[in-house]
């Protein structure tokens, strides 16, 4: 699993990139409370087909192993922090396992991110096809 991004330029970019990087772990392992951790309660998780979940959702989706994430790779992430709000994109090149079937995404995501207190939660993704 190989991570790259642009150069964070202050503390609060650097302390993002290191939370993506945590939720990166976190939807590989599965591990539900790095999930909950993550994830702030409002949160609206999209797919790149149409389907929005919620905190509850995503965390048993990947907790439970439906969607299983057997590697992901970030490529050309580029994080910008505004107040307490933190807008990162980049490329999600994963391998999966989704019902014991492999297979590879190849998509490109919108994280919005909110200073809650001391951390990051997330606030929102969206998922898109990249175009081929």
Same mark, same amino acid.
Do not use: C
């Given at each position: ?7 964070? #330029? ?32 409002? %949160? ?15 965390? =048993? ?15 050309? #992430? ?9 807008? @990162?994109?980049? =490329? ?11 297979? =590879? ?6 994280? @919005?991110?909110?200073? #809650?207190?001391?951390?990051?939660? %997330? ?10």
């Amino acid at each position: 699993m190989s991570t790259s991004y642009a150069f964070a #330029q202050n503390k609060a970019e650097q302390s993002l990139a290191t939370v993506v990087e945590k939720m990166k772990n976190a939807m590989v392992s599965g591990e539900r409370k790095d999930l909950e951790e993550i994830a702030a309660t409002e %949160l609206s998780y999209g797919h790149s087909g149409g389907k929005i979940e919620d905190k509850a959702t995503f965390v =048993e989706t990947i907790a439970s192993g439906k969607s299983d994430f057997v590697s992901i790779d970030l490529t050309n #992430q580029t994080i910008k922090v505004t107040g307490d709000i933190g807008v @990162v994109r980049h =490329e999600l090149h994963a391998k999966t396992n989704d019902g014991g079937k492999p297979g =590879e995404v190849h998509l490109g995501i919108l994280l @919005v991110w909110q200073l #809650q207190g001391k951390n990051w939660k %997330l606030l929102a993704r969206q998922a898109y096809k990249l175009p081929h």
